[in-house]
C-alpha cells in the first residue's frame, strides 16, 4: 500500500517554544491530508483537513493560530504547534488518501509531544 | 454525519478463546469501515477494511469482520486469542476523501 511518512517520531520540547512535525507521502501525491491527536487512553481525534495550495480546514475547538498548518506541496504537510504547553503533550498523527485507491487512509508513523 | 461506535471500553478473554469486538456504525451513505490495532505507543496497523466488495472480510493476524447491513454492525473476531493480540482496537468510517472517524476503542486483555 500508499506510505505516509511522519517526522520526528518523538519530540520534547521546552514549554512556550514551537515544534514542527512533517507528514510525507512517499508514493503518491495528496491534495488534502488529515491531522489527529491522540490523549493518553483516549481515541484520535480530528484536528484539521491540510489542503495543498490554501488553507487548512480546523474543527470546532481546535485554535488555528496555535496548530498552524502548511501544504505547500502534493506530497508535504506541516504541523507547527506554537508557544507550546505542557497540555500539548499528546500524540500526532497524520493521515493521506492515495488518489489512486480506495478510500483507505494511510497514516504516519505518528509523533509524541512531550512538552517540559 | 457518519460515526461509529464501540460496546465495550474493555474486553477480557483467555488465551485460545473467541475474541469479539463490537462496533455499530451511523451513515446515510454506504460506509467505508476499517479496524486498527494500536499497541502502547505505537501508531496504527490496519487489520481490515470494508470497501462493499464483500461482507465477510479477512485480515491480518486471524482477524475477520462481517458487514452487517440490517444491524448497521462490523464487528470484529478472531476464533483463538493470542497473548500477542493484547493492544487497543479501534473501529473507523472514512469518507470518499479519506477522513476518517474513529469509534472510543476497546482494550482487549488475554489472560493467560
Redesign the interface.
Known amino acids: 500500500g500508499a506510505v505516509v511518512s511522519q517526522h520526528p517520531s518523538w519530540v520534547i520540547c521546552k514549554s512556550g517554544t514551537s515544534v514542527k512535525i512533517e507528514c510525507r507521502s512517499l508514493d503518491f501525491q495528496a491534495t ?1 491530508m ?1 491531522w ?1 491527536r491522540q490523549f493518553p487512553k ?5 484536528m484539521a ?1 491540510s489542503n495543498e495550495g490554501s488553507k487548512a480546514t480546523y474543527e470546532q475547538g481546535v485554535e488555528k493560530d496555535k496548530f498552524l498548518i502548511n501544504h505547500a506541496s502534493l506530497t508535504l504537510s506541516t504541523l507547527t504547534v506554537t508557544s507550546a504547553h505542557p497540555e500539548d503533550s499528546s500524540f500526532y ?1 497524520c ?3 492515495d488518489p489512486r485507491g ?4 494511510f ?4 509523533t ?1 509531544l512531550t512538552v517540559v | 454525519a457518519q460515526s461509529v461506535t464501540q460496546l465495550g471500553s474493555h474486553v477480557s478473554v483467555s488465551e485460545g478463546a473467541l475474541v469479539l469486538l463490537r462496533c455499530n456504525y451511523s451513515s446515510s451513505v454506504p460506509p ?1 469501515l ?1 479496524w486498527y490495532v494500536q499497541y502502547p ?4 496497523q ?1 487489520l481490515l ?1 470494508y ?1 462493499s466488495a464483500a461482507t465477510l472480510v479477512k485480515g491480518i493476524n486471524g482477524f475477520e469482520a462481517e458487514f452487517k447491513k440490517s444491524e448497521t454492525s462490523f464487528h470484529l473476531t478472531k476464533p483463538s486469542a493470542h497473548m500477542s493480540d493484547a493492544a487497543e482496537y ?1 473501529c473507523a468510517v ?12 476497546t482494550t482487549l486483555t488475554v489472560k493467560p
Do not use: C, H, P
Request: no cysteine; net charge positive.
Open positions: 488534502t488529515f489527529y483516549q481515541s484520535l481525534m480530528l483537513t498523527i493521515s493521506a488518501r480506495t478510500t483507505e487512509a497514516f504516519g508513523q505518528g509524541r | 467505508y476499517f505507543n505505537q501508531g496504527l490496519l477494511k470497501t479501534f472514512n469518507t470518499n476523501a479519506g477522513k476518517s472517524t474513529f469509534g472510543d476503542g
